[in-house]
Antibody
């Protein structure tokens, strides 16, 4: 059974940093791209970032580029999101999600399994 | 960046009725890489449809997707009580990936 468990969320002051983790199990982690998606309270889904299976290629939303860094440790089946220069508008539930895999690397962030999310609150 | 606009914002229907949700893209979606997700309150999104019309294994056949280019539709025939939720479309053919703002399907 595929499981994705996010951790690392919490309250942080504006300008601060936080690192999210996503522990994966139940599938061959190193074979799939992984994605972070966030959802501000009461709002819709916003794609944040994607890392390919090897970790060599990354993609970011314009709203986080230069402030967030996605990475992965395939030896530990773990996905990360390093967030810095945090702003109030970064307040959201952050979900990690697994690539579905049907387009063989020719697409981005089609996600068939999602974690339950971790809440990040940026406030003074 | 491709902007996805979903309509209507809220759809009020009764169980047993047919729901038609629309997703319009600001430019053509590469290879019809358009997906639909369902999200219930307090839960993570659930993938229903990918490649515009392919149903995920285990999703009931009352859910169907159609469309190409810039216009896509999710149809739910014979609404069940568990279908009332928020639905999002997503284009995943180009970066940055984008989601529509969502359609809330509520019980009338």
């Amino acid at each position: 059974e595929v499981q994705l468990l996010e951790s690392g969320g919490g309250l942080v002051q504006p300008g601060g940093s936080l690192r999210l983790s996503c522990a994966a199990s139940g599938f061959t982690f190193s074979s799939y791209s992984m994605t972070w998606v966030r959802q501000a309270p009461g709002k819709g889904l916003e794609w944040v970032s994607l890392v390919t299976a090897t970790g060599r290629t990354t993609y970011y939303a314009g709203s986080v580029k230069g402030r967030f860094t996605i990475s992965r440790d395939n030896s530990k089946n773990t996905l990360f999101l390093q967030m810095s220069s945090l702003r109030a508008e970064d307040t959201a539930v952050y979900y990690c999600a697994k690539e579905e895999g049907s387009c063989g690397g020719g697409c981005y962030s089609l996600s068939d399994y999602w974690g339950q999310g971790t809440l990040v609150t940026v406030s003074s | 960046e491709i902007v996805l606009t979903q309509s209507p914002g809220t759809l009020s229907l009764s169980p047993g009725e047919r729901a038609t949700l629309s997703c319009r893209a600001s430019q053509s979606v590469t290879s019809s890489y358009l997906a639909w997700y369902q999200q219930k309150a307090g839960q993570a999104p659930r993938l229903l449809i990918y490649a515009a019309s392919s149903r995920v294994t285990g999703i009931p056949d009352r859910f169907s997707g159609s469309g190409s280019g810039t216009d896509f539709t999710l149809t739910i025939t014979r609404l069940e009580p568990e279908d009332f939720a928020v639905y999002y479309c997503q284009q995943y053919g180009s970066s940055p990936v984008s989601f529509g703002q969502g359609t809330k399907l509520e019980i009338k």
